[in-house]
């Protein structure tokens, strides 16, 4: 199948063509040709899958063959959980709709919100946006979302995973009822199932690879080792096997960081991705990562969702999600756009109800590899890490979470957020 056959203007396929696609991925195959009928779409895609691409590309042909006010109101609106991801998503817009007259911006916390108004005032047809600074600039009467004609929530679950739920059912109430819905997620939990049905009316589903299946073109690889020795396994990893850009993820922020410091220490250039990063360390970290400057980025999970570094050879995973879907996601970073890669996992026996879970979710017995010299003590407990250190007691008394809040507004006027139980779990992150 071509671009061509898709029903796309030439506009947009001399966009398509100076970018270097040649054929529309799968999710693209599935997802445009609702979306350009008007359908209601529930797309089940995950970073690598060009999903972003999958929504953009007609939502730009709807827009421009669409009526044009002259103020320019906001008509597409694109939520998603992280300001990288929302970043990159406006950088693909930007580039897809070179050849028409349409405009575009993007807004999220953590930076001075002036220069967001500054541009909302001048006019955009598509917004994207994270939840907690657009509820803060619609609180202020600053924005107006009275004439948006599409929605997309662009990576549901993590919007979900990270709290925006009321954020999220705030806009909706805010919006025309009458609009088109596209809603993209890796995993579909029954929370999502159940924002979708809210929602989405009559939606054609579409799915770029099965539900938390893992990518066949990636390798996956498990080390066990003795969980001291972990980092001196890393370090050799990547030393000896010459490896120039890989992702790693730690489970904590605390992890990341130290890390970091032992990966330095070692000679290797490597700097850390977390929530508790300033915009600028992170944007830094992820264009020096992306240019080559930079070998390894440790990244916590929230952190490293959605972050577009194409053809990754290689993620390792310094220690297992205690949330299985995380595996999914984490190693959905390799063996993009049809690229083979490498996912390994440094696995200690204090780890072995993670490895249990993540291999009942993927339905794969993932194969174990022992390393000379790091193989863990056979007598070690299996005891998964104390709270605090990562995974929950699953009976334990819920403690007040203490999420990654760098994507959100801090003064929303919307009354406290229920935590959910995945936020609990993401404690430290
Ligand atoms: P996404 O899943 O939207 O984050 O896209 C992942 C990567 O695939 C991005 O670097 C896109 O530029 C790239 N991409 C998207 N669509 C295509 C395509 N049809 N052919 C080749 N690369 C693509």
């Known amino acids: 199948m071509s671009f061509n ?6 506009a947009l ?19 445009i040709p609702p979306i350009l009928e008007g359908k209601d779409v529930l797309a089940s895609a995950q970073t690598g899958t060009g999903k972003t691409a999958g929504f953009t590309l007609p939502i730009l042909q709807i827009l421009s063959q669409g009526q044009q006010l002259r103020q320019r ?17 406006l950088a693909n817009i930007k580039e897809y709709s070179e050849f028409l007259d349409l405009r575009s911006t ?3 916390g953590g930076v001075n919100q002036n220069p967001q108004v500054t541009q909302l005032r001048q006019g955009v047809d598509i917004l994207v946006a994270t939840p907690g600074r657009l ?10 979302l009275a004439k948006v004609e599409i929605l997309v929530l662009d990576e549901a679950d993590r919007m979900l995973d990270m709290g925006f739920v009321r954020d999220i059912e705030r806009i909706i109430k805010v919006l025309p009822s009458k609009r088109q819905n596209l809603m993209f997620s890796a995993t579909f939990s029954t929370d999502i199932k159940k924002l979708a049905m ?22 996956q690889k498990i080390y066990p080792v003795a969980k001291e020795k972990k980092t001196e396994l890393i370090i050799k990893l990547i030393t000896e096997g010459n490896w120039k850009q890989i992702l790693v993820f730690t489970r904590t922020k605390q992890g990341a960081n130290k890390l970091t410091e032992s990966m330095i220490s070692a000679g290797i250039k490597a700097a850390a991705i977390h929530g508790n990063k300033g915009q600028g360390a992170r944007t830094k970290a992820l264009a020096g990562f992306k240019d080559g400057s930079l070998t ?4 916590t999970d929230i952190a490293a969702r959605g972050l577009d570094i194409p053809l990754l050879p290689h993620v390792v995973n310094f220690e297992l999600p205690n949330i299985p879907e995380d595996y999914v996601h984490r190693i959905g970073r390799t063996g993009r756009a049809g690229a083979s890669g490498e996912a390994i996992s440094l696995f200690s026996p204090d780890e072995t109800v993670f490895l249990r879970d993540i291999e009942k979710l993927v339905g794969l017995k993932l194969p174990k590899e022992n390393i000379k010299g790091f193989e863990p003590d056979p007598n070690a407990s299996t005891e998964p890490i104390k709270q605090g250190q990562g995974r929950q007691q699953r009976n334990s008394t819920p403690k007040k979470p203490k999420i990654d809040t760098t994507n959100r507004s801090s003064n929303n006027s919307f009354g406290p957020r229920r935590p959910s139980q995945n936020n609990d779990r993401r404690s430290n992150r």
């Open 5 to 10: 056959s898709l029903g796309l203007s030439d």
């Open 13 to 31: 396929l001399k966009a398509i063509s100076k970018k270097g696609y040649s054929t529309p991925s799968p999710i693209q195959q599935k997802a």
């Open 73 to 89: 109101p906001i008509r597409a609106l694109i939520l998603t959980p992280t300001r990288e991801l929302a970043a990159q998503i």
């Open 106 to 108: 993007v807004i999220f």
């Open 135 to 144: 509820i803060d600039l619609q609180n202020q009467g600053l924005i107006s």
């Open 198 to 219: 809210g929602i989405l009316h009559h939606p054609v589903h579409v799915e770029a690879t099965p539900e938390n299946t893992t990518v066949d073109a990636i390798i």
């Open 296 to 299: 390894a980025l440790v990244a």
